[in-house]
């Protein structure tokens, strides 16, 4: 086996268990080179690592983590994902901290049943990155510059008597943008 291999069995089979200094941290984004921007909740790490990452006051505070080498291009880490980040060393004046483990979904639920998953991170993801996680479906910030969605009319046409033929009829493509030409015929005339 290789060394991929192995990492990767590793990371399945492990039993994550979130520490003062290597708390369970949200990942905010990729900043590139392998860094990877991540919320810390203050109260779940230690008075030393907030005093020297200048978050006392702070409920939250965000900073760098870097991905190991033996994580790279073996595991991904996504955006909104969970991570365990050993804070207890910081590598730079910017780099907060290393990426210990990168948490998957049947980890995630093993901390939730042994009571060790922080409460904290229940809703305050909107709070964190003012992204809503709960947004309505169709509303404002939900479509409003996605050319990609489609736009649909609720009106009833109930004056329009429905047929079969015309439900039968290709529509065109829905991922394109729909054109209105009402435009374009009145400055022909």
Not at 56 to 74: C, G, I, K, N
Not at 81 to 95: F, G, R
């Amino acid at each position: 086996m290789g060394r991929g291999k192995y990492t990767t069995q590793e990371a399945l089979e492990a039993q994550p268990e979130p520490t003062a200094t290597c708390p369970i941290v949200r990942v905010l984004g990729p900043r590139g080179q392998n860094l990877h921007e991540v919320a810390v909740a203050s109260s779940l790490v230690s008075p030393e690592i907030n005093a020297r990452l200048n978050a006392d006051a702070q409920p939250w505070f965000t900073t760098l983590a870097q991905l190991p080498p033996r994580f790279r291009s073996v595991l991904w880490v996504r955006r909104g994902s969970y991570v365990l980040a050993d804070l207890s060393d910081q590598l730079t004046d910017k780099i907060g901290g290393e990426i210990a483990m990168v948490l998957l979904a049947a980890q995630v639920k093993r901390l939730k049943q042994a009571g060790q998953w922080p409460s904290l991170y229940a809703d305050k993801w909107a709070e964190i990155s003012g992204h809503s996680s709960h947004a309505q479906p169709g509303s404002e910030s939900d479509d409003q510059g996605n050319p990609n969605r489609r736009v649909v009319n609720d009106e009833s046409s109930d004056s329009e008597p429905d047929s079969d033929s015309d439900d039968m009829l290709p529509r065109g493509n829905p991922n394109r943008r729909v054109i209105d030409d009402e435009s374009s015929d009145a400055s022909s005339d």
